[in-house]
């Protein structure tokens, strides 16, 4: 049992940056993470993932919306999960979750998780808000 736990979030101008942090219970080093986000009354929406790929080696994957902008990072000695977020944009306004999955194996190559419903373990979520 893995327990997840967001922070960073917060009110930002669009244009701005913030900086998510997802701290995990133990070690994640052979886990896919990823962040998603979820507005009311839509379903939740990938952002980016980071998945295990041998070693000490990740694929990372994101979102149409988020490539360019977003840097999804682990620093696996500390058990965490960074999404960089700059040029933030209104519509970037959600609830952003953090998500973690042991994998059976390394992966050879990207999107392989980039569905919530792969995912086994979530954080309580940290909301981010862009002001125009």
């Known amino acids: 049992q893995v327990q997840l736990v967001e922070s960073g979030g917060g009110l930002v101008q669009a244009g701005g940056s913030l900086r998510l942090s997802c701290t995990a219970s133990?070690?994640?080093?052979?886990?896919?993470m990823g962040w998603f986000r979820q507005v009311p009354g839509k379903e939740r929406e990938f952002v980016a993932s980071?998945?295990?790929?041998?070693?000490?080696?990740?694929?990372?994957d994101y979102a149409d919306s988020a490539q360019g902008r977003f840097t999804i990072s682990r620093h696996n000695a500390k058990n965490t999960l960074y999404l960089e977020m700059t040029s933030v944009k209104p519509e970037d306004t959600a609830v952003y979750y953090c998500a973690a999955l042991l994998q059976r194996e390394p992966v050879s190559s990207g999107s392989h998780y980039l569905r919530a419903a792969q995912y086994e373990y979530w954080g309580q979520g940290t909301q981010v808000t862009v002001s125009s």
């Open positions: 980071s998945s295990w790929s041998g070693g000490l080696t990740y694929y990372t």
């Open positions: 133990g070690v994640v080093r052979t886990y896919a």
